[in-house]
């Protein structure tokens, strides 16, 4: 890169984890001098809102199956892991100690996490709860969406970058606002399946169901492994306005894209959680609140790549809804630089610092592309 800052534009679409977190890095960029403006549906004060993933995560890390397959996951994990851990001295991330529980007989050589990770041991077996036949203790790592989310939009807001409340549903109503120099970042999650010139049908949902609780006597993260839609899990996690508060789940149900409450599955998480934690039967615990939210789950990974979108959109079936800005042959041969961003699953917040430095090293590069072609 050249000691001259370059400018350019960049547009975010997605407010979620993913979308603040490359709005981020890119705010804070040495090399280029980035115009961020974030455009989203939801944004982060719409914490209730179930039309998106990021208020609803467990929020920690954990071990994830994709990371043992995928280098490029783990190289994600790690990153995070890393940064995450850097920041616990600022209150927003909270020092987790973990218990992993499984029915599988394992060694800590077994683990493809196990350097990822901070102080891991196999517990005793006096110390492992019946059924399960293995105790995995560890440290790691939480943080609270509700307070980590406003923060990372208020670093944004105070380095110049604007939010704008905006339901996208095609790729051409950006044309104008990301310009014909300018790259999209596209973080829409779920969205992306169905926002017309992206329409990705490898994007599916995964149901959640949790249930947050005050209860002051829980002091570490308890797991269960699971092979079944019903998952056992207590996170705890930090919190300056609102402390010793925990995470109970949950379920995952694939393909399902019901967002009603079910207390029957309410009742069966809180049962089996205060089996591991009796301490939440006591008086001083009590329920604040229950959530229902959609992992955005895609075939095949996350998908993070570049890919170059001509617009005007055309479509085989012709019913592109006109955005109001008027067609010329210029227009035809415009295109759009985009980067896309989504499809993390249940694993947004555990991937977000080390897919966002992936996404930002895509858009520097067709930065310097893009300045060498002008030169030439």
């Not at 599988?104 to 059924?131: A, G």
């Not at 001509?310 to 985009?338: F, K, Y």
């Amino acid at each position: 890169m050249s000691t001259t800052k370059a400018e350019q534009s960049l547009v975010v679409l997605g407010a979620g984890v993913l979308g603040l977190t490359i709005a981020y890095l890119a705010a804070l960029d040495d090399d280029v001098s980035f115009n961020v403006r974030v455009i989203a549906r939801e944004l982060p004060e719409d914490t209730d809102s179930q039309g998106w993933a990021s208020p609803y995560a467990g929020a920690n890390w954990s071990p994830m199956e994709l990371g043992g397959r995928d280098e490029r996951v783990r190289k994600w994990e790690e990153k995070t892991f890393n940064k995450l851990w850097d920041m616990i001295p600022t209150g927003l991330v909270k020092l987790l100690p973990t218990r992993l529980y499984t029915a599988q007989r394992k060694t800590i050589s077994d683990l493809w996490w196990k350097d990822l990770v901070q102080n891991i041991r196999i517990l005793s077996p006096s110390d492992v709860p019946e059924p399960f036949k293995v105790g995995v203790a560890f440290d790691t790592v939480s943080v609270n969406p509700a307070e980590y989310l406003p923060w990372l939009q208020s670093e944004l807001i105070s380095r110049g970058v604007t939010f704008e409340r905006r339901h996208v549903r095609s790729l051409d109503e950006l044309r104008s606002l990301v310009g014909p120099d300018g790259i999209l970042v596209n973080a829409s999650s779920l969205g992306s399946r169905s926002i017309i010139g992206v329409e990705d049908t490898k994007l599916y949902p995964v149901r959640g169901q949790s249930i947050l609780v005050h209860a002051p006597g829980l002091q570490e993260c308890l797991l269960v492994e699971s092979g079944t839609e019903e998952v056992t899990y207590i996170i705890p996690r930090p919190g300056k306005g609102q402390s010793d508060t925990a995470i109970l789940g949950g379920v995952f149900q694939f393909r399902n894209w019901d967002t009603s409450l079910d207390m029957q599955i309410a009742r069966g998480i809180f049962d089996r959680c205060a089996a591991l934690a009796p301490c939440l039967k006591s008086a001083e615990s009590r329920i604040l609140k229950h959530n229902v939210g959609l992992r955005p789950e895609r075939e095949g990974g996350p998908r993070v790549e570049l890919e170059r979108i001509a617009l005007p959109l055309q479509s085989t079936h012709d019913l592109i809804p006109w955005n109001g800005s008027p067609t010329s042959d210029r227009d035809c041969e415009q295109s759009m630089l985009v980067v896309h961003a989504y499809g993390f699953g249940p694993a947004g917040f555990q991937r977000s610092w080390g897919a966002a430095e992936e996404v930002l090293e895509l858009v520097k590069a067709q930065v310097v592309l893009n300045r060498n072609i002008r030169e030439t």
